[in-house]
């Protein structure tokens, strides 16, 4: 499998760096576990090549959420990315922007990928629940991250969706492990007092918190995902959900 290393970003991210640690895309899932095949039934591979390179979460028939430097077709309906029928697990989508993006240390790291044909709902294809409104979780709330990828830093990639609990980390501390270099409408939570979170390869995976997605992941710092060293960064689902509903008010409502 593919790390997540926009060839976009490149040259934004090699002259970003806090406390000498260079800000990746998130991706795998660290000290994880397998999911089983009866959960998270939402989740989505976004591919290229029919190369896992993305997470994402569907929300609706039509619509998938994700990463915002993640855009290309997307898998439903299996946690074994061995086990891929392409005429009914496979998914063209166009891309449809929230907001404008620059790159992830800006934040608004954060899209909808609109499937061209409707996903069928059933044992294997569900939708996950987003925030009702805008909120705040209190530190030390426990919450999920799933993703495929790898599962320690230089390790192998996976074929099979992991996942890894993690605890919200208070922001005011996050920020001042990423030496004030913290953007605008994010969650932090794992990579840091822990050795669970995520690495370069789960970007635009839900953070799940009492079965609701509230976080998109984002970012982290550095390529070490030997944790606990720095807070895992996720976009804040509740604070984009004006625009999430806009778009989808004309196609499906938005669960939750």
């Known amino acids: 499998m593919l790390t997540l290393q926009a ?3 490149l040259y934004v991210l090699t002259s970003l760096r806090l406390n000498g640690n260079l800000i990746t895309n998130g991706s795998e ?3 994880g576990k397998k999911v089983p095949d009866n959960q998270m039934l939402y989740m989505a591979s976004v591919q290229s090549g029919n190369t896992h390179v993305c997470g994402g979460f569907l929300i609706s028939k039509d619509f998938v959420v994700t990463a915002a430097h993640c855009s290309k077709p997307v898998v439903l309906g299996t946690h074994n990315l061995k086990k891929v029928d392409s005429k009914t697990m496979r998914y063209d989508v166009t891309q449809c922007k929230l907001v404008d993006f620059h790159n992830i240390v800006s934040g608004k790291d954060i899209m909808l ?3 061209k044909k409707k996903a069928k709902l059933g044992k294997k294809v569900q939708l996950v629940k987003l925030p009702k409104t805008d909120m705040t979780m209190k530190a030390n709330t426990e919450c999920r991250v799933a993703g495929w990828g790898l599962t320690k830093t230089g390790g192998e990639a ?4 992991q996942m890894s609990n993690v605890s919200i980390v208070d922001p005011e501390e996050c920020k001042k492990r990423l030496d004030g270099k913290l953007p605008n409408n994010v969650i932090c939570a794992g990579g840091y007092k822990t050795k669970n979170g995520f690495c370069q390869g789960d970007s635009g995976g839900p953070l799940i918190c009492q079965g609701v997605a509230i976080g998109v992941v984002s970012f982290n710092v550095g390529k070490n995902c030997d944790y606990p060293n720095w807070p895992n ?4 689902v509740s ?6 509903k806009k778009m989808l008010s004309s196609n499906q409502t938005v669960v939750g």
Request: proline share 4%.
């Open 7 to 9: 060839l976009t970003l």
């Open 29 to 31: 899932i660290i000290n």
């Open 113 to 115: 990928l609109k499937l």
């Open 158 to 161: 996976v074929d099979q969706l």
């Open 233 to 236: 960064v996720y976009t804040d």
């Open 239 to 244: 604070k984009y959900l004006p625009s999430i």
